[in-house]
């Protein structure tokens, strides 16, 4: 399978501004998105971009898209308590009809600290 | 509607029992998903069902046996699990054709094995 890497732990103060990366391997992926966990939930779905798109805006986040390099980034404005949750870059590796595989990536811890 | 349900929400089970998950969508998604995901860790793919046939079975234990008895509803059978199988697991669907491939989770359910 394809390898879609993030780093584990990311800190922010509130007010600031988090960045989290992703790096993924399949360069034929259609979609990638950012799904948002909080402690004991299922994954909510937060924003995703087509790759042909080099940025995407969303109110308090931006995900710019490197396919060059194959890397991903969120970038959320004025981080919140209420944002930190594990976030997990997730790419399209296989798709039939309606079912789609997802490849998720490690994950990243994020804390905001007050 | 557009949430996915899943019951129980935790469950606790001994190694000799028998026992099921449920999950229910009524988004008019037609292929519907099982995922585990242990603690801090991405969800893994168990099973696809699109049309309310097996598509993929990512090598899962027998131990595990998927059912899709509509397009509405998708059990997971549960026998002689082993501790190890403790997880939270993720139910999710998707729809065919849309914009941007999301797949829409469920809460999951909490599973312990003793």
């Known amino acids: 399978g394809e390898d879609v890497e993030q780093s584990l732990f990311l800190s922010v103060r509130e007010g600031d501004s988090s960045v989290i990366n992703c790096t993924y391997t399949d360069s034929s992926s259609t979609y990638l998105y950012w799904y948002k966990q909080e402690p004991g939930a299922g994954l909510q779905l937060l924003t995703y971009i087509f790759s042909n798109m080099d940025m995407k805006q969303d109110q308090r986040l931006t995900v710019l898209l490197n396919k060059k390099d194959k890397h991903l980034s969120l970038r959320i404005a004025d981080t919140q308590t209420g944002d930190s949750a594990i976030y997990f870059c997730?790419?399209?590796?296989?798709?039939?009809?309606?079912?789609?595989?997802?490849?998720f990536g490690s994950g990243t811890q994020l804390t905001v600290l007050p | 509607d557009t949430e996915v349900t899943q019951t129980p929400k935790h469950l606790v089970m001994g190694m000799t029992n028998k026992k099921s998950l449920k999950c229910e969508q009524h988004m008019g998604h037609r292929a519907m998903y099982w995922y585990k995901q242990k603690a801090k860790k991405p969800p893994e793919l168990m099973f696809v069902y699109s049309y309310e046939k097996l598509s993929i079975n990512e090598s899962v234990p027998s131990r595990f046996s998927p059912e899709c008895p509509n397009s509405s509803l998708l059990n997971l059978h549960l026998h002689a699990l082993q501790p190890e199988d403790s997880a939270l697991y993720l139910c999710?669907?998707?729809?065919?054709?849309?914009?941007?491939?999301?797949?829409?989770f469920g809460p999951g359910t909490r599973l312990t094995v003793l």
């Open positions: 999710a669907s998707s729809q065919e054709y849309s914009n941007y491939n999301e797949q829409f």
């Open positions: 997730a790419e399209i590796l296989f798709s039939s009809g309606s079912a789609r595989q997802l490849t």
